[in-house]
C-alpha cells in the first residue's frame, strides 16, 4: 500500500516538476503574448467594421458639436473680395477712393466736379480704356437689398453680406438681379453705363464697399475675406467722412455766404449808380431852370416896354 502511495504523484509536484524544464517559462512567455496581440488585433478589426454602413454624422440634423448649442452652418466669410469685372488687368481705375493720408496730387484726382463743387469719391470708378461697356460681377454672394433707379448717379444695386456690410454697384444698366435675390460671388449683376454725377468716367461702373454704413478703400480689401473687414476698425475712416461732410457744408456756406455778399455788392452799386444818376439828372435840371431864369432876365432888359 505504501509503495502505491508513493507512486502517486500530486498535481504540486507536477507542476514543479514542469517549471524545471528549460523551455517551461519561454514558453508561457510566448503563449502570453499570442494571446495579448490575438485580443489586440480583433479590436481593430471591431472598430473598423463601423467604417462599412458610411455614417456621416453631418447629415443627422440631432448632431450637435458642444451639448445645447445648436450646430452653426458655414457662412462666406472665407470668401475674398474680388474685382467686379470679369479681368481686373483689362480695366482702369478713372477715379480712385479720396483719403487725407494721401498725397495731395493724388486727393485731386480723387475729387468729383459734379454742381460746381468738388466731391471726395467713396469708392472707385472703373472703366475700359476703349470706353467701352463691359459685364459688372458681384465682388462677393449675397443678398440684393435694393436696386433702385437715379438720374444723377445712374442705376445702382446693393448687396449685403453680413451684418452691415454692404457693396454697392452704381451707372450700370442691364440689371439682371431684383431684391431679394441670392447672388453668388461672380455672379454677372449688370452692364457698366454712364452718369450724370460723374461725366467724366464715361462708361464705367462706381464700387464701394461700406461697413456700417461707413465707406472703405475698396483696393485695400480686394482678395481678402469678409472677416478682415468684420475685424477691421473704421472709427478713422468714419472721423475722415465726417470731416469731408463738415468742409462740404462749410465750402457750401462759404458759397452762399460769397454769392450774399456778391448780391450785397452788386446792390450797393447798383443803388449808388442810381443815386448818381438821380443827382446827374438834379444838376441837369437845376442847370436847365438856370438857363431858363436867365434867359427870362435877358429877355426882360433886352425890352424897353418891360
Known sequence: ??????????PKSKVKSFFKKRWAFPAVYIASAAIILTGVLWYQNSASDTDKFNYDASKNPNTQLNGDEPSVPVTNDVENFAWPVNDPDAVITQKGFYDNSQSKEEQINSLVFYDNMYQ?????DLKMEDNSEFEVLASLSGT????SEDSVLG????????????????SVKDIQVKEGDEVKKGQPLATSGQSLYNKDGGIHVHFEIRKDNVAVNPIDYFNKSLASLENADTS???STSEENEVTD?????????EDATENQSNKEVTEES???KNTDADATNESTDSSSDDAADESTSA????
Open 144 to 147: 440684393v437689398t435694393k436696386v
Open 155 to 170: 442705376n445702382s444695386i446693393e448687396i449685403e453680406h453680413a451684418d452691415g456690410i454692404k457693396t454697392f454697384y452704381q
Open 1 to 10: 500500500m505504501r509503495e502505491e502511495e508513493n507512486k502517486r504523484t500530486s
Open 120 to 124: 471726395p469719391n467713396t469708392g472707385v
Open 249 to 257: 457744408e462749410s465750402n457750401k456756406e462759404e458759397s452762399v455766404s
Open 236 to 238: 478713422e475712416a468714419s
Open 303 to 306: 425890352d424897353p416896354n418891360a
Open 274 to 276: 442810381t443815386d448818381s
